[in-house]
Each structure stands twice: as structure tokens, then as C-alpha cells.
């Protein structure tokens, strides 16, 4: 499997979970945190629609100043209902997947910086910023919304496993022979994933 195919296949997995956590924020609470020091709901549920976009940086750019004008004229999704929230993650996968399709494994083993102010803060090729500061960064986030789904009273998907309001094993029972079946095709289909991954690891040139 090649590079470019791994992440697409990721792309799309993580968009279809953010998509199951974004169905489910309550419109009109965009300011409410559950801490001063917390990011309100509104921002979080913006960046959980919109981090697949940083993909398209990753490929496309060398490097991201966060205090260059390109950066200035960022400015954080404004949205009303769960409509906007899931036309702007539609906006973002389809830029990243955009991006994806039209690059090289090789390319994505080249060097890519995230850089403060001419300092660079992190460098790496760009096949590990996408792991870590989007895929990574982006379950760390969506995990954070389920938290305030959970806060607000709205209900929580099961996402990587059963949530207390979905998928439980428990209520699974009267299916359990066809669960089972399930369950067997999606632990076959994890693990020639994993043996994917580690193939595309195993071909890699050493870097630095």
C-alpha cells in the first residue's frame, strides 16, 4: 500500500467519526466552556470540522509561519447550525483528499516546517506531520467535543468503541452471533491495515 493510499483511507475514516460528533452539537451554545481557561464550544467544534484542511498546507507548502500575513488572515469558523458545521468539514476533506490524490509518496517523505515567527518549531516529513498534527491532533480534539457533548446534556457516538449511548456491547446481545461476524471482519480488516502500515514503514529510506 502505498503512502498516499494509507492516508486516504484515513481521511475518510476520521471524517466519517468527526461527522458523527458534529451531527450531535447543540446549536446555540457556541460560547459555553466548561472552564475559563477552556476553548468555547463554538471554536472547538469549528476546528474539529476544519483540521482535515491542514492537510492541504502539508502538501502543497514547505512550511506554515503562524505569525506570517498569510497567517493574519486566518480567521476561525462562524457558524450557527450543525449545517454549517458539517458543510465545512465537507470543505475540508475534500480540499485534503484533493491534495492527497494529486502527490507522491516520495514527496510526502520530504521535509515540512511549522515555523513561530521565523523560528521553527517543529520539522519532520510531511508523511509524520499529517499523522501528528492532524490525525493525531484531530481524535485529541473530537475526544475533547465528546466531553462537551456529554456536558450538555446531547448524546455521545460510539466512535472507536461504545459510547454510553451507543454500540453497547450489552444491548448487542440478542445479536451476538451476528455481532460476532462483524466483529471478526473488522478485526481482519484492522489488522491488514496495521500489516499495510508496517509495509509502507518497512519500504521507507531512512530519514536525517
Known amino acids: 500500500m502505498k503512502l498516499t493510499e494509507f492516508f486516504l483511507a484515513q481521511l475518510e475514516r476520521e471524517a466519517a467519526s468527526s461527522r458523527l460528533a458534529l451531527q450531535r452539537v447543540p446549536e446555540g451554545h457556541n460560547d459555553w466552556k466548561p472552564h475559563d481557561k477552556s476553548m468555547p464550544l463554538g471554536y472547538l467544534a469549528a476546528l474539529v470540522a476544519t483540521m482535515p484542511s ?11 509561519d503562524m505569525r506570517s500575513p498569510e497567517a493574519a488572515k486566518f480567521k476561525p469558523l462562524e457558524w450557527r447550525t450543525r449545517g454549517d458545521l458539517l ?3 465537507d470543505a475540508a476533506v475534500a480540499g485534503a483528499r484533493e491534495a492527497l490524490q ?8 520530504t521535509p515540512w516546517r511549522f515555523v513561530v515567527g521565523g523560528h521553527v518549531a517543529s520539522e519532520n516529513p510531511r508523511h509524520v506531520m499529517m499523522t501528528d498534527a492532524v490525525f493525531s491532533h484531530l481524535a485529541h480534539h473530537r475526544g ?7 456536558l450538555n446534556e446531547a448524546s455521545v457516538p460510539a466512535i472507536y468503541g461504545p459510547s454510553a ?10 445479536r451476538a452471533t451476528a455481532n460476532h461476524a462483524e466483529t471478526t471482519v473488522l478485526s481482519r480488516k484492522s489488522l491488514r491495515n ?7 514503514l518497512a519500504d521507507m529510506p531512512a530519514c536525517g
Open 194 to 200: 496495521f500489516r499495510a502500515l508496517l509495509a509502507v
Open 144 to 150: 475533547q467535543l465528546t466531553v462537551y457533548l456529554r
Open 165 to 174: 449511548d451507543e454500540g453497547r456491547f450489552d444491548q448487542a446481545a440478542p
Open 87 to 89: 458543510a465545512a468539514l
Open 54 to 64: 491542514w492537510i492541504v498546507s502539508m502538501v502543497k507548502q514547505d512550511e506554515f
Open 102 to 109: 494529486h502527490t507522491t509518496d516520495e514527496h510526502l517523505l
